[in-house]
């Protein structure tokens, strides 16, 4: 019987409670209304080792226990997001760690998703909560769509000075 929902998303706690850094450049959003979280456009290469990794607040405002377990469902056919083959090629885009956890009453922790995209597209997912046990059916469960795009860095050439004769901008790379 935790009460389930997307709080906190982003938002970095150190151990102490205090919030962390947080990075302007990320394009991660939570459409309230939709019921979609977007990691935005990714390149893959910049994604880090697990990928880009948002944490969602889990919450537990009763007086027992709950144990909670988490899974992420990609759309289309694709892979679990706690599958063993999400590394490589052909694998699971989206992963969540961890896939189950014990609430403490009065208590909160974090979930993290992690989104490694492989190829350019867009990925879909359902990302899920379900407290094992559950038996109000109005916090027993959590659930929202998860979009991301794998996509390839950009170049923009910001202030070219060299024209050609033909009265072109000429971007001059040294070899």
């Known amino acids: 019987m935790a009460n389930l929902q997307p709080v906190g998303v982003g938002v970095e706690e150190d151990d102490d ?11 991660s959003m939570y459409a309230e209304q939709q019921g979609t979280f977007s990691f935005g456009a990714v390149v893959p290469s910049q994604a880090g080792k697990l990928g880009v ?3 969602f607040k889990i919450t537990n405002p009763n007086k027992i226990k709950a144990l909670v377990k988490f899974d992420v469902l990609m759309r289309g056919g694709e892979n679990s997001g706690n599958s063993e083959n999400s590394e490589g090629g052909g694998g699971a885009a989206y992963q969540v ?3 189950s956890l014990e609430l403490p009453p009065h208590e ?8 490694k995209p492989v190829e350019m597209r867009m990925y879909n997912a359902r990302f899920s909560a379900n407290v094992e046990d559950g038996t109000d059916t109005t916090t027993n469960q959590l659930s929202f769509e998860l979009t991301g795009e794998g996509t390839l860095p950009c170049v923009t050439v910001e202030n070219p000075v060299l024209l ?4 072109s901008l000429l971007a001059d790379f040294p070899r």
């Open 108 to 115: 909160h922790r974090y979930v993290t998703v992690y989104f």
């Open 17 to 27: 409670g205090m919030t962390g850094t947080y990075d302007e450049s990320r394009t």
């Open 164 to 167: 050609h004769t033909d009265g």
């Open 53 to 55: 990794a948002e944490r």
């Open 97 to 99: 760690q961890p896939t």
